[in-house]
């Protein structure tokens, strides 16, 4: 991915989160909490948070899933538009914000518990580099949630030609990646992560790809 085209597509995110219905709905964390609590489920009944976990979530945005996670936790929420969220939005407390992306943690080995990344490996630079640190800083016997839409067929070609030819064309494009199920799958198995719970939600337009994964002890 050229720095490049990930730069419009970070452009493209910032002009999203100061839309109206950005402010109104996707960041304002009460009103998504429910929706966050039903991802957390497919985690918790495999793991339940217990009191001083560290919790990270990738990708967290202003509002992103680690608002839902019990407070008795450690929370992390890492963004690389993060100085952008905190000028533009109220951030929740008790929570470590900070603007690293998710090809570079700074973060030790094997310091989470339990991990998220919800909605945002088709935005990042390097996916698989993403994986591949998400792995590295869970502990052995860690957990991580992963959410992203895919895509099949005719569909998946007609949406990775559009990519394309937006991102050529130097438009803004927020997902300088188009996935099928297959290839985000291939990713986390090359990471090294042990698939424990998988389900494709079929939509319209996409299918929406969830994975609880697991870091061997």
Excluded at 6 to 15: F, H, I, K, P, S
Excluded at 49 to 70: K, M, Q, Y
Aim: charged content about 30%; glycine content about 8%; some cysteine.
């Amino acid at each position: 991915m050229q720095d490049d085209f990930w730069t419009r597509a970070q452009e493209g995110e910032r002009d999203y989160w100061r839309s109206d219905f950005a402010r109104t709905q996707e960041g304002n964390p009460e009103r998504r909490r429910d929706l966050w609590n039903g991802y957390l489920d497919h985690l918790r009944r495999k793991r339940p948070f217990h009191s001083g976990d560290r919790v990270l979530d990738v990708g967290c945005g202003p509002a992103g899933i680690i608002t839902a996670v019990e407070t008795h936790c450690e929370r992390y929420g890492v963004d690389p538009l993060m100085d952008f969220y905190r000028k533009e939005y109220s951030l929740p407390e008790g929570i470590h914000f900070s603007g690293q992306t998710g090809e570079r943690l700074e973060f030790a080995d094997g310091f989470f518990h339990a991990a998220t990344c919800v909605n945002v490996l088709d935005h990042t630079r390097d996916p698989q580099a993403v994986c591949n640190e998400l792995f590295r800083v869970l502990q052995p016997g860690g957990y991580l949630l992963v959410e992203v839409d895919t895509f099949k067929g005719l569909r998946y070609v007609h949406k990775a030609f559009k990519r394309w030819t937006r991102m050529v064309r130097g438009r803004i494009e927020k997902h300088p990646h188009t996935f099928r199920a297959s290839r985000v799958i291939d990713m986390i198995e090359r990471s090294g992560f042990e698939i424990i719970e998988h389900s494709l939600r079929p939509g319209r337009k996409r299918q929406m790809l969830l994975l609880v994964l697991r870091k061997r002890s």
